[in-house]
Each structure stands twice: as C-alpha cells, then as structure tokens.
C-alpha cells in the first residue's frame, strides 16, 4: 500500500511541467525581441531541425510556446522555432545587447567547468532526447536549470542544450566585465561580419571515399559536417556560402571556387582514405603566402580533436590551386580505418571538428588584424 502511495507520488511529480522550476526565460503570449545577431528559426524545436530563416538582433516576435527551451515564435516573416535563450523581452531589450552580455535574468555569471570528453548535449533531460551537440573537458557551460539529473546549459557559444549534471564541474569566477567566457573568445579575432565559403566535398554521383567498415559515404559526413560548420560560423556572426547544401548536387570543381565569390576564405571539407592504417586529419594548402597561414591556424585547432593531427601538407587540388581566396581543404579522419570510420560518423565528432575549424578561422583573421 505504501508503494503504490510512494510510486503515484513519483507518477504525480513527473507530470508536473517543466516550468514550475520557475526558471524558464520566456512565456507563451509574450512579446519579445532577438538578442543575437542572427537567430536561426527551425522547423521544430530541435537543433538538428531544418533552418526556415533567420531573424536579425532586435526583430519583434511573439511567443506562442515554450518547450525544453525552444520558443514558437512569429515574427520579421518567418514562423517556427528558435533557442529561448536569445530572446529578451520587448519591454527590456536595448536593441544593442548580445548574448553574450547575456540579457537572460534567470541565469547566474557563474560558469562551470565541463569534466568529462564528449559529452552530449541533447534536446532535453534525458538520453531518450536528440543529441544536439557535445562538450569536452575544459569547454565552459552556464547553467539555468535542473531537472532530476540533467542540466540545461548555454555553451560559450551560445549554443543551448541538456547535459548529466555529473559531468559539469567546479565554479569559474567570471570577472563582471565579461573577461573570460565568450568575450575570451572574441579577443581572438572576430568573425563578425567575415564571409566564409564552405565547400561540401563529393556530392550526387560521386560518393567520394566510401567506409572500410560501415559503408560510409564520403559525400554525406562532408555534408553533414559543413552544415554543422556553417551553423557554427553563423552562430559567431559570420555569413557562409555553401558550393552546395544537397545531397544529389555535384558541382564542377571550377564552380565551387566560382560560387564561393569574394568570401574571406575559403574551407573544402573531406574525408580521406589510404591503404593503410592511417589515421586522424590534414590540413592541405596550395600558397604557402596565400593558403598556409590559415592551414596552419585550422590545424593547431584540429589538434584538440579525439583523432591525432597529421599537420599541414601541401596539396596540389584544384580548388585550392585555382583559387584566389585563402583557401584550405581539410580531411577529418579516414574511412579506410575502422576506428576513424566510427568516430567521424557521430554527429559530436564532426560538431568538435566545425568548432575547431571556426576557432581556426577566428584567429586566423584576428592575426591578420593585429
Ligand atoms: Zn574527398
């Protein structure tokens, strides 16, 4: 009797809504604005969701609903949902605040240290929901809730998502002016502003290299990973052009490097093979003045993957040799070894290898400025 008293209890407390923890940012009927530079809307309220559009800083939207820190928002002309975290109310918003002076009232300045490799981070508390990204030891989270075990966190940056509160360690005291945490980052060099072409290597009728193991195509990791690149760069304030966004597009080398127009740099994304046990990634270049400076900048970033680094080589593609723009083409892990094959097929891998790559090209343009 007891245990059945004890278990619809339990039944009663799990039915509660997420919101009686009082800490979520927006309300359903609400007006608000978007905190951020540039907010990507999606199809649902998951981050591996088709992006609609994106809504510039200060845009008006209304809220309709609230999920797992997603919002159902209307507003500039595009409907759908967006991460909650970059809205701030009509009422506060200055139009000249971003995230990263975080406008959120609910959440502390207080940062935590992440313990543990490639943690997921999913679409809300629990292993049964979507994995929407990863963090690792020493990368910084915030976090504005708990629910049971989980965690909801912002990353550095700004990406938001549920991670096991056991793998979120010690405090790190963030001065009030913001001089670690995002704004760290920021001093690297910005990305505000840049243009970047990312060109998804293979596509359509060309599978590129295909797995040892697990058949892996070529052409859908390039994919897949650039898309997460993008998503990165755009996150930071950059515009991207991709040479191509679908899986049945198969565009001639001269036109990737036609399409790419006059961005600032130019990233050619593949997957590598060799007949022996090779493993980890490269970073080719074709001008060692033109080329070589931001290989080397992607490379010393790629060196925090979970694959080793095999350095920078040159390489004589024709996308890099016919190519005006700083230009680099970079193969993250070989699908000729089993243990690199299962590793960059998971979506962490190839989100850790997109940051690191944005990292690259951060400084890479905040060397070229100083
Ligand atoms: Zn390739």
Redesign the pocket.
């Known amino acids: 009797m007891f245990r059945k008293l004890l278990l619809l209890l339990l039944a009663a407390l799990l039915m509660l809504p997420i919101w009686h923890t009082g800490q979520e940012a927006v309300a359903a009927g609400g007006s608000y604005k978007v905190g951020t530079k540039s907010l990507p809307v999606r199809a649902d309220a998951d981050g591996e969701s088709a992006i609609k559009g994106y809504l510039s800083q200060g845009t008006a939207v209304q809220v309709s609903e609230e999920k797992y820190g997603w919002a159902k928002i209307s507003g500039g002309g595009l409907k759908g949902w967006a991460a909650a975290h970059f809205l701030v109310a009509a009422s506060a918003a200055s139009g000249g605040k971003t995230v990263n002076t975080d406008v959120k009232s609910s959440t502390t300045d207080t940062w935590n240290e992440v313990s543990g490799s490639g943690v997921r981070l999913r679409s809300g508390p629990g292993v049964s929901y979507s994995v929407i990204g990863s963090v690792t030891t020493g990368d910084r989270v915030k976090r504005s809730q708990k629910k049971g075990d989980w965690s909801r966190v912002t990353t550095e940056g700004g990406q938001t998502g549920w991670m096991s509160s056991k793998y979120i360690g010690g405090e790190v005291s963030v001065s009030s002016g913001g001089g670690s945490g995002p704004s760290a980052r920021s001093s690297r060099g910005s990305l505000q502003g840049r243009l970047i072409a990312i060109d998804p290597?293979?596509g359509g009728s060309d599978p590129?290299?295909i797995g040892k193991a697990h058949d892996t195509e070529?052409k859908d990791l390039?994919l897949s990973t650039s898309k997460l690149l993008a998503e990165e760069l755009r996150g930071r304030g950059a515009k991207v052009v991709l040479t191509r966004d679908k899986d049945d597009e198969k565009p001639a080398l001269s036109d990737r490097v036609r399409l790419a127009g006059s961005a600032d740099a130019f990233v050619s994304v593949?997957?590598n093979s060799a007949p022996n046990k090779a493993s980890g990634s490269l970073v080719f270049y074709y001008s060692k003045s033109k080329d070589a400076p931001l290989a080397q900048e992607i490379e010393s970033e790629l060196r925090g993957l979970s694959l080793r680094s095999n350095g920078i080589a040159f390489g004589d593609y024709h996308v890099l040799r016919e190519n005006s723009l700083p230009a680099v083409l970079v193969e993250l892990g070989f699908l000729s070894n089993e243990k690199d094959e299962l590793e960059v097929r998971a979506s962490a891998y190839q989100r850790s290898a997109a940051k690191a790559i944005a990292d690259g090209l951060q400084n890479y343009f905040g060397r070229k400025s100083s």
Do not use: L, P, S, V
Request: aromatic fraction near 12%; hydrophobic fraction near 10%; charge should be negative.
């Open positions: 290597g293979h590129g290299m070529e390039t593949h997957y």
